[in-house]
């Protein structure tokens, strides 16, 4: 059996706060939503479920980039700065 070691990265997404609480199920209908308001405003604050959600929540948050990406592609948008809000904690 091999042990692995808990990252520094890791640890930090264990202590995030949860609150507000959204399930994947909600993340996932609000998803198209979201990715829309971050790409028209980055510095969005609308729904801080889902970006709490999003920064816990490794494979919701996946489906988030390539969605962003994908609408950004699809819309000649820049997804910089909306991606970053993705992944930094707030």
């Given amino acids: 059996m091999t042990r692995r070691r808990l990252t520094a990265e890791a640890a930090q997404l264990l202590?995030?706060?949860t609150e507000p609480w959204l399930s994947?199920?909600?993340?996932?209908?609000l998803m198209d939503v979201?990715?829309?308001l971050?790409?028209?405003?980055?510095?969005t604050g609308d729904l801080p479920a889902m970006l709490a959600h999003l920064r816990g929540c490794a494979a919701c948050a996946e489906e988030?980039?390539?969605?962003?990406?994908?609408?950004s592609r699809q819309n000649g948008l820049d997804p910089a700065r909306a991606?970053?809000?993705l992944r930094v904690p707030g």
């Fill in 15 to 17: 202590t995030l706060s």
């Fill in 24 to 29: 994947c199920e909600d993340c996932f209908e």
């Fill in 34 to 36: 979201y990715v829309e």
């Fill in 38 to 43: 971050l790409l028209a405003d980055p510095d």
């Fill in 64 to 71: 988030a980039q390539s969605l962003l990406a994908l609408v």
């Fill in 83 to 85: 991606s970053a809000r």
